[in-house]
């Protein structure tokens, strides 16, 4: 009995790197151990043998295999490109048939569209990072049809050189993975926790072609914008999710600078007057009667207190509904002081 306890918790996590052949030989002499394993990180060797191919394909098919809840796929390389059937169709069948919450994809080029909306069906959670996806993919994306008891996609996480993962958002094929979305955070300069029971939203860079998603069960978003942008781009998104989201609560603009003279005349260049007119009324009209924030994230700057000042009388005077009913709030965060204000 102790023994098995003390299995449980030591083999419930195992990660796979160059010991491919071992930890097929465990599984196989052990096959009581497979349904511990609720956590897989997988990490592919950068030179892979042949045997180093067999091997996995051996692991991702042993039967007991079958509780895997969390799996962590690093470092993939070229695995699911199109002419690369083998091991990422084992793979792809292999996570379709766990009971996953979590699916984390890092490192993988030329990802077929169709397989990254395969991936999206696997888990409610969902994170890309540093993946790039085929460009005039041969696999039509009209032919994909999610399994019946497939999870919708809660959480979505798309960051650091996956751009090309969130234009795939705008396709209506992948309409449906979106609708159930309560968390999306794209390519964000904030670190958060995964574990945030709160569902956002975070501002890609203005570079990428901005969406106008449609989040039924959004319920708090959070843009985060550098100092240096035109205001209509992404005020024009921040409209775009206040009015396709129904049961948004709490919306959160963060600026953030990339040099003190950025600050000079922030609210000139920034708060564009006809969009914030739009946006309060907008807000002051909206059934769920949000609360938006308007965040300055200061880093060393002497003169933040004026800045604010100016920022907070501009914000003000720029939404006058949210100011009446005290659902305008303004903060700033001075980093060199580590406080709120």
Same mark, same amino acid.
């Given at each position: 009995m102790f023994r098995e306890t003390s299995q449980r918790i030591l083999l419930r996590s195992i990660t796979l790197h160059s010991n491919l052949k071992e930890a097929h030989t465990f599984l196989k002499e052990s096959p009581h151990v497979a349904s511990y394993i609720t956590v897989l990180s997988l990490w592919l060797a950068w030179n892979r043998p042949?045997?180093?191919?067999?091997?996995?394909?051996?692991?991702?098919?042993?039967?007991? *295999?079958?509780?895997?809840?969390?799996?962590? *796929? &690093?470092?993939?390389?070229?695995?699911?490109?199109?002419s690369y059937h083998t091991p990422a169709s084992t793979l792809l069948d292999f996570l379709a048939h766990q009971p996953l919450r979590e699916l984390h994809l890092s490192k993988a080029t030329?990802? @077929?569209?169709?397989?990254?909306?395969?991936?999206?069906?696997?888990? @409610?959670?969902?994170?890309?990072?540093?993946?790039?996806? %085929?460009?005039?993919?041969?696999?039509?994306?009209?032919?994909f049809r999610s399994p019946p008891n497939a999870p919708k996609v809660e959480g979505l996480d798309v960051r650091h050189d996956a751009e090309d993962v969130y234009e795939l958002l705008a396709l209506p094929q992948f309409k449906s993975c979106i609708s159930a979305l309560r968390r999306l955070f794209v390519n964000s300069m904030h670190v958060y926790s995964m574990d945030d029971p709160r569902s956002y939203v975070q501002l890609p860079p203005l570079s990428m072609p901005i969406l106008s998603p449609a989040f039924p069960l959004l319920r708090s978003a959070e843009f985060s914008v550098f100092m240096d942008r035109q205001p209509a781009p992404w005020l024009d998104f921040v409209l775009a999710t206040v009015c396709t989201s129904p049961l948004l609560s709490d919306i959160t603009i963060s600026f953030i600078p990339r040099s003190e003279t950025d600050w000079k005349d922030i609210h000139t260049h920034v708060l564009d007057g006809a969009l914030l007119a739009s946006l309060d009324a907008e807000l002051a009209a909206h059934h769920a009667r949000p609360v938006i924030r308007w965040r300055l994230d200061f880093l060393d700057n002497s003169d933040? &207190?004026?800045?604010?000042?100016?920022?907070?009388? &501009?914000? %003000?005077? &720029?939404? @006058?509904?949210m100011c009446e009913e005290k659902r305008l709030l303004l903060e700033m965060y001075d980093q060199s002081a580590e406080r709120w204000g």
């Open positions: 042949a045997s180093y191919i067999a091997s996995l394909q051996q692991i991702l098919q042993v039967a007991t *295999l079958v509780n895997v809840r969390k799996c962590v *796929l &690093a470092d993939m390389g070229d695995i699911f490109r199109a030329a990802v @077929p569209p169709a397989v990254i909306l395969r991936l999206l069906s696997t888990a @409610p959670h969902v994170s890309f990072i540093s993946v790039s996806v %085929e460009k005039d993919s041969r696999t039509s994306l009209d032919t933040s &207190a004026d800045i604010f000042t100016d920022f907070t009388t &501009a914000a %003000e005077t &720029a939404m @006058p509904k």
